[in-house]
């Protein structure tokens, strides 16, 4: 920007320079206008825009820098942003006006497709959607971060921007019947009409990936688009380069045996499409979430690890004898066949005689790309070792650390610890995971011909055994990063700067980490830091459900227990679902949770009104659950590739029996001990069945979460072995946890929700309930487990987020959850956030 308008405001963070219309009305949501543009044009369109907005009352927001636009036009960052070099915020009821100004000025100007809008005129690059102006957030079900908008009835709508246009039911598109709209799908289809989409593969900005019919052959095909001027470089080379480098690259490998056929290229408007023969539906990271790891000794026709490497390098020895660098070896570009051969896609960023677009994939391609110099074969091996690390484990590699030698040697820890005993394996794979090229190769001839590794693997720096003072030194260094996330929050240099504002809920929010601080307050600083945080929390003004984990029953407990006053003003229990159905059940948003809150602050309360009061929510909510008129809506289904998720503790079941349970111990009624009595034989009764599904060879990690799977069951019943005094339920929970400890080695994430910190919680659970060595000891494995998936020193580590690429102060998806479960086993048990105890 060369300035402010005369009369307006300006400032700028890290990604926009914003400029302010004193006569803006207040709007929290509405018509927004977006302008697209390419990183070389972004000065001369926003001088084009500029005396435009003069002319009429608006809020606007431009990208501050080529290089900023640049990172937004990749997609990395958000598939929803890209393109949206300048939005701006309208006056109610001017949108078509300044929209028609806008194409007017722009008018024969280019830039990337905008795939959450719809464009207003083919000639201009502006584009138009329904929006949050002043952004409004909360905790969804998933645990994710949604933007959400409220309208006139009440009813919420997500407001995130995605790669698709969507609109509220409220609000009527005032561009009908005024000006074109270029966002609208050609009828005719692809290539003339010629391919008819059957169903789409990939949604994302760089270009979609659909399955098709050619209609003139009635063969299957895939055809992949490469969206006008998304990803470009500082060249100018964008997303159109690397599918014309693929399509030159197929044409090189015709014959090849394992890859894909180039059939047809063309052209619709700016965009380009690559047709290519079918490979087929099932890539291998899909076959292992659902069928679990490759293993040697399997049963099952061509699951073999050793079979599944021999394959995977024999098409790309092929590939190499064409003088082609494939750069994009993992997991989703390897095609399985029902016979288990092995096909190879994507070709986009290979290198043909040395030469091909730059592009890399963290853990895979990454540790060893090129900043100069030709590709050689030897970098295909270390993404084949990756890949074979993947399809024994399930696990991707480690990547936290800035050290690519930290993560490499963590990656292998953690195929040790997943396949002990297996030497020769860890061997051959460390040869192919090597930094130095030359031993990448000699793995390979060695994989080829059968032979024995020459050397054994370089010694790995493993963890030291887990003892209380290795504990105690962890849990002040975690201590001190949730201590540090705590006050970046609540900094108002740090927060107003902040794209998105910081969460406020217990799941992913201030609350959780609040919480989990509360537990440290006998270190230096940390009741201050919680002081604030909690003042902090109180102060935001966000639209969130009653729910307890993701809502404001949560946050409310968070306020109290950290001192605040308890005003008992949440919101009334939910009359409906968020699809206008039964109101939901479950424990994070629904009204088991909600019943649990209340029962918390029930008990944290002085003050017997306010005590009674509670309590009779908690009454009400357990009403509802009892006549049905709160139901379960389960998020997947209770199959192999999915885990236990109706019966699981934040979703399904065990969630509502947690609670009633609970309920029934508060009360001491009678009909809500039986209630509370039939809901846990309930979960008794299928629990065994689960664990016999989670024992089989080709078994999911995905039993083993806490809010999905089994550590969440197990824990409910252990609670339930105590309350109704049914020592069969804490042996039910023994099996339930060795079955959890035997899966942890292969879970991904250190994480509480769906990772290994709530599996350790549950084998803390037990330990404490049997007073067993054996679960102590089981705990103190997943700790070291926690460490070998991690950054940093073994003293001193950096715990990932659910991303794995980087870390967060989170209660389910950071560092706070980790803490709580390294807590807990140093001090022999303790409290758990949410769980009564």
């Known amino acids: 920007m060369t300035g402010p308008i005369a009369g307006r405001s300006g400032w700028s963070d890290d990604v926009w320079s914003y400029l302010n219309d004193p006569r803006m009305p207040a709007m929290e949501h509405g018509w927004k206008l977006h302008v697209s543009a390419r990183p070389g044009d972004l000065a001369d369109v926003t001088e084009l825009v500029l005396p435009v907005l003069r002319r009429h009352v608006c809020h606007a927001k431009f990208a501050r820098d080529p290089e900023t636009l640049r990172a937004i036009n990749s997609g990395v960052r958000s598939a929803g942003a890209v393109g949206k070099a300048i939005t701006v915020y309208p006056m109610a009821g001017t949108v078509v006006a300044l929209a028609g100004d806008l194409v007017a000025a722009l008018r024969g100007r280019e830039g990337p497709q905008i795939a959450s809008d719809r464009r207003v005129d083919p000639d201009s690059p502006v584009y138009y959607r329904y929006g949050p102006f002043t952004g409004d957030y909360r905790t969804g079900r998933s645990g994710r971060l949604e933007s959400i908008m409220t309208g006139p009835d009440g009813r919420v709508f997500d407001g995130l921007a995605t790669g698709s246009y969507r609109c509220p039911p409220w609000a009527e598109d005032p561009f009908a019947g005024e000006l074109g709209r270029a966002g609208k799908p050609s009828p005719t289809g692809f290539g003339g009409g010629r391919y008819r989409v059957t169903v789409g593969i990939v949604r994302k900005p760089q270009g979609n990936v659909y399955r098709a019919v050619d209609l003139e052959s009635g063969q299957p095909v895939v055809v992949k688009q490469a969206r006008a001027f998304v990803a470009e470089d500082e060249s100018g080379a964008d997303t159109r380069d690397r599918l014309r480098n693929e399509r030159a690259v197929l044409a090189v490998l015709d014959s090849v045996p394992g890859v894909p056929r180039a059939l047809d290229y063309f052209r619709h408007r700016s965009d380009e499409y690559l047709v290519l023969s079918d490979c087929g539906d099932r890539n291998l990271r899909r076959e292992i979430q659902e069928r679990g790891p490759y293993l040697d000794g399997d049963a099952r026709p061509g699951r073999t690890l050793t079979g599944l ?37 994507d070709f986009g960023v290979s290198s043909l005689d040395g030469t091909g677009p730059a592009g890399a994939t963290p853990g895979y391609s990454r540790p060893v790309e090129r900043t100069a110099g030709r590709a050689v074969v030897a970098d295909d091996y270390y993404a084949l070792g990756a890949t074979l690390c993947f399809a024994a484990t399930g696990m991707d590699p480690v990547i936290v650390d800035p050290d690519a030698v930290v993560n490499r040697d963590r990656t292998l820890l953690g195929l040790d610890l997943a396949l002990p005993g297996h030497r020769e394996l860890l061997s051959a794979i460390a040869e192919l995971l090597s930094l130095d090229p030359a031993v990448r190769a000699a793995g390979a001839a060695r994989l080829r011909t059968g032979t024995s590794p020459r050397r054994s693997s370089p010694p790995l720096s493993r963890p030291p055994r887990i003892d209380d003072d290795l504990l105690a030194g962890i849990i002040e260094h975690a201590t001190a990063s949730c201590l540090d996330e705590a006050r970046r929050i609540v900094d108002p240099t740090l927060s107003a700067r902040a794209a998105v504002p910081t969460p406020v809920d217990v799941y992913g929010g201030t609350s959780g980490l609040g919480l989990e601080l509360l537990q440290h307050t006998h270190r230096p600083e940390v009741r201050e830091a919680v002081d604030a945080l909690a003042r902090w929390t109180a102060d935001q003004s966000r639209t969130l459900s009653p729910g307890f984990y993701s809502g404001r029953t949560g946050v409310e407990l968070f306020l109290v227990t950290a001192g605040l006053d308890d005003s008992a003003d949440l919101p009334a229990l939910p009359t409906e679902g968020p699809d206008g159905g039964p109101p939901e059940a479950d424990l994070i948003e629904g009204v088991a949770g909600i019943g649990l809150g209340r029962l918390l602050l029930a008990r944290q309360s002085a003050d017997p009104r306010l005590t009674d009061h509670h309590l009779g929510i908690a009454d009400e909510c357990a009403r509802l659950l009892a006549t049905g008129t709160a139901r379960l809506t389960p998020t997947g289904t209770a199959n192999v590739g999915t885990a236990a998720l109706r019966e699981g503790l934040a979703h399904g079941e065990a969630g509502v029996a947690y609670f009633l349970l609970e309920h029934a111990a508060a009360t001491g009624d009678p009909a809500a001990v039986a209630r509370a009595r039939a809901a846990c034989a309930r979960l008794a009764a299928v629990t065994p069945g689960l664990v016999a599904a989670a024992d089989l060879p080709g078994a999911t990690r995905r039993y083993g979460s806490w809010c999905r799977g089994l550590a969440g069951i197990g824990s409910v019943l252990v609670r339930a072995a105590d309350r109704l005094d049914e020592p069969a339920y804490l042996l039910l929970a023994r099996r339930t946890a060795r079955t959890c400890a035997d899966l942890a080695p292969r879970m991904p994430l250190v994480t509480q929700c769906c990772g290994l910190a709530g599996v350790g919680d549950l084998l803390v659970d ?72």
Do not use: Q
């Open 766 to 837: 037990v330990a404490v309930a049997t007073g067993s060595e054996e679960f102590r000891d089981a705990a103190r494995t997943v700790a070291t487990l926690v460490l070998t998936r991690s950054g940093g020193t073994w003293a001193r580590p950096t715990f990932p987020d659910a991303d794995l690429a980087g870390s967060s102060a989170t209660w389910a998806g950071g560092t706070a959850g980790v803490l709580a479960f390294l807590r807990r086993l140093h001090d022999h048990g303790g409290p758990r956030l949410g769980l009564l105890g």
């Open 309 to 345: 490497a021999i394959r995977l390098l024999a098409v790309l020895d092929d590939i190499h004898g064409r003088g082609v660098i494939l750069r994009d070896l993992k997991p989703d570009n390897v095609v399985l066949d029902p016979a288990g051969r092995c096909r190879v896609i």
